[in-house]
């Protein structure tokens, strides 16, 4: 059983910086691999960031590449997304998700079906 719990989102300009952070309670041994989606009004959800099977092996979508940078704490169960640079166009709904099944890629079959998720925290960017 694992529960999210995402933080940091917010209103920012054009340029601006935000890091959104996820608390993960996880009550089993098995070992859970993060990752970021974000769905904007009217859009499909769409995969941001997803780790690897090691903690220095990271996936991003084109989008955010060299913006977003995500990372972990593995002490704190926690997961960070760094975004910095934000546009009008990162405006969105962002969830954690997790599951026992590691990232290979962005592409909808290198990742897992994430079976958990946060309720999601909102990112607001203005022109």
């Known amino acids: 059983q694992v529960q999210l719990q995402e933080s940091g989102g917010g209103s920012v300009q054009a340029g601006g910086s935000l890091r959104l952070s996820c608390a993960a309670s996880?009550?089993?041994?098995?070992?859970?691999?993060m990752a970021w989606f974000r769905q904007a009004p009217g859009k499909e959800r769409e995969a941001v960031a997803c780790?690897?099977?090691?903690?220095?092996?990271?996936y991003y979508a084109d989008s955010v590449k060299g913006r977003f940078t995500i990372s972990q704490d593995d002490a704190k169960n926690t997961v960070y997304l760094q975004m910095n640079n934000l546009k009008p166009e990162d405006t969105a709904m962002y969830y954690c998700?997790?599951?026992?099944?590691?990232?290979?890629?962005?592409?909808?079959?290198?990742?897992?079906?994430?079976?958990?998720w946060g309720q999601g925290t909102q990112v607001t960017v203005s022109s």
């Open positions: 998700a997790a599951d026992s099944e590691p990232c290979y890629g962005m592409s909808w079959y290198y990742r897992p079906d994430f079976r958990y």
């Open positions: 996880i009550f089993t041994a098995t070992p859970y691999y």
């Open positions: 780790l690897g099977n090691t903690g220095e092996i990271t």
